[in-house]
């Protein structure tokens, strides 16, 4: 399973986890078989192209991504992940990717609920 956390720095499993997955400067993609994490990679996010956050599901889903990590996200790229077929996870509280996979991995995060996308009351 390949998952994708937006952060802050380029840092690998160190690395702090950026607030909201448009905006982090980086994405680190992590190989998890078997419960356990096989390889880490740091890609820079290439950003949103004209202000569409239909690039941004692109840029995600050219990583061969299964699952998506964020403490944020907007509704309708919420809505793009969900129709590509990438599971959107929340987690606003581990500080870096290592301890936002460690939570995965145990299955202590869950599925972000649309209603608590960003800009959706």
Same mark, same amino acid.
């Given at each position: ?55 941004? /599901? %692109? ?6 991504? +299964?699952?998506? $990590?964020?403490?944020? =996200?907007?509704?309708?790229?919420? &809505? ?12 606003? /509280? %581990? ?6 996979? +460690?939570?995965? $991995?145990?299955?202590? =995060?869950?599925?972000?609920?649309? &209603? ?6």
């Amino acid at each position: 399973m390949r998952v994708v956390i937006p952060t802050s720095t380029p840092d690998g499993l160190l690395a702090k986890r950026g607030a909201h997955f448009g905006k982090a400067p980086f994405y680190i993609v992590v190989d998890i078989e078997d419960g356990e994490v096989k390889e880490v990679n740091a890609v820079q996010n290439p950003g949103h192209a004209g202000g569409a956050c239909g690039n941004a /599901v %692109s840029n995600i889903q050219s990583l061969g991504t +299964d699952a998506l $990590i964020v403490a944020g =996200i907007g509704g309708r790229p919420l &809505e793009g992940f969900k129709q590509v077929g990438i599971k959107v996870y929340f987690d606003n /509280v %581990s500080p870096t990717v290592e301890e936002a996979i +460690d939570k995965f $991995i145990k299955g202590e =995060i869950e599925e972000i609920r649309p &209603e608590n996308a960003c800009g959706v009351h």
